[in-house]
């Protein structure tokens, strides 16, 4: 058996699938195991408040996971950005403050949730 995470609503489910089209039984999100993860290295699964700044624009969020080329994030409403804008990251917990790219939002009941790769190659803080 192979626990799974969905994407979408975060929650945990069990399969004996291997290589096919799975639907997440709690919110029916369609997780394809062909498409290869977007972000690479390791990943720690971490809530951590943090803060984003487009501009003039200061967006409280939480992290869902930070690795060392990007993290993941969600916030209750919806981000004021979009896919391939750039803003800056301020988590003051891991001492991070880096310029990051938008690679993907999603809108789901009211949650936003985004991915970030980081744009520079170092910290910054």
Not at 5 to 28: K, M, Q, W
Not at 54 to 83: A, C
Request: aromatic share 8%; charged share 25%; with cysteine.
């Amino acid at each position: 058996m192979n626990r799974l995470n969905c994407p979408r609503c975060e929650n945990s489910f069990f399969t004996a699938a291997r290589n096919s089209n799975l639907p997440c039984p709690h919110c029916g999100f369609v997780m394809k195991s062909h498409e290869p993860d977007r972000r690479y290295g390791n990943r720690q699964l971490t809530q951590k408040v943090a803060d984003l700044l487009k501009g003039e624009v200061k967006v409280p969020v939480k992290t869902v996971d930070v690795s060392d080329t990007g993290l993941g994030i969600k916030m209750m409403g919806y981000l004021p950005f979009d896919q391939d804008e750039t803003v800056d990251v301020y988590i003051k917990e891991l001492e991070i403050a880096r310029t990051a790219r938008v690679i993907w939002t999603k809108k789901f009941y009211g949650i936003s949730r985004a991915g970030l790769r980081f744009e520079d190659h170092s910290q910054v803080a």
